[in-house]
């Protein structure tokens, strides 16, 4: 493992998406700062003790949690050079019934939370004149699909963040990216699944590489985005990790003729 001292924090990272990221990013040598609204004990567990940890308990949505995450990362590391904003929630009811708190408070957390890491983390990366940003979207923020409105805004929003910042801080050595997952095989999958909202095989036949993403799949894809060598003219970019998905125009029997 290559030793580079160089610090990256993902939120959400107990477990899902977030736990691979960790255990990928820490294969590539990089600290951690790995915040959750719990522990995240399993995920330390799992790196073995190969690098330096530091656990940052705070819900992303709530500022002042979140500035005192970022007085922890300044007095434990002085600066950091990897953001990931991977933590998020879903939400699946038909537009026509989503009451307004539960609008908000996907907003909160999926874009708010989002926003005010980048700004907070972001300040610290200008003035080091370097830094990567890397914000875990979704295919649902790049098309539309019924019952999410609420989760599907706040993912295009996220989008439309990224090449903002991008926009802005690109020229001053900050890259701000996005990854776009299809449907990955996580809590929050399952927690989805189980409540009808869609079948294995829904997702499977929509698919033009006929399965779902694996935690892995979208990680590496953060660790090349993350990575200043592999990704240091990529900016402004959302890379869909998404088996073909949000490509795929293709009507069904179509798309199940060609397997
Ligand atoms: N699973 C999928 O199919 C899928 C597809 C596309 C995009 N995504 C996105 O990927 C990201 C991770 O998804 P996942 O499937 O690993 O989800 P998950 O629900 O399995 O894990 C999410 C983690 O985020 C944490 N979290 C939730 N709200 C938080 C908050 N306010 N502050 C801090 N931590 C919080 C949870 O405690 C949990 O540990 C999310 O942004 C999600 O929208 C997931």
């Known amino acids: 493992m290559p030793l580079m001292n160089k610090v990256a924090l ?5 477990q899902g ?34 690098v330096e940890v530091l656990e940052a308990l705070a819900d992303v949505s709530d500022e002042a949690q979140v500035l ?7 007095e434990r590391f002085g600066g950091l050079d990897v953001l990931v904003n991977n933590a998020g929630i879903s939400f699946i ?3 026509e019934a989503i009451e307004s708190a539960e609008w908000k408070r996907v907003m909160e957390v999926n874009l708010f939370g989002p926003f005010v890491l980048s700004r907070e983390f972001g300040k610290m990366m200008l003035g080091a004149g370097s830094g990567s940003i890397v914000n875990i979207a979704s295919v649902a923020g790049l098309v539309g699909i019924g019952d999410r409105a609420a989760y ?7 989008i439309g963040l990224t090449r903002t910042l991008a926009a802005e801080w690109g020229g001053r050595g900050v890259r701000v990216n996005a990854v776009c997952p299809g449907w990955v095989k996580t809590e ?7 409540s009808g909202a869609y ?5 499977e036949n929509r698919v033009p590489m006929g399965r779902f993403a694996t935690p892995d799949d979208i990680a590496q894809a953060v660790a090349f985005l993350a990575d200043n060598k592999q990704s240091a003219f990529v900016n402004g970019h959302c890379l869909s990790v998404d088996g073909g998905w949000a490509s795929d125009g293709s009507w069904d029997s179509l798309r199940l003729k060609k397997r």
């Open 93 to 95: 009811k038909p537009a």
């Open 17 to 50: 998406i977030g736990r691979r990221t960790a255990q990928v990013l820490a294969g590539r040598g990089f600290d951690l700062v790995l915040n959750d609204l719990h522990r995240p004990a399993e995920t330390i567990a799992s790196l073995g003790g190969k």
């Open 152 to 158: 599907n805004a706040s993912k295009h929003g996220l």
């Open 10 to 14: 993902i939120t959400g990272a107990a």
């Open 68 to 74: 005192r995450m970022v007085a922890q990362v300044r």
């Open 188 to 194: 929050m999958d399952e927690k989805d699944l189980g």
């Open 199 to 203: 079948t294995d095989a829904d997702i």
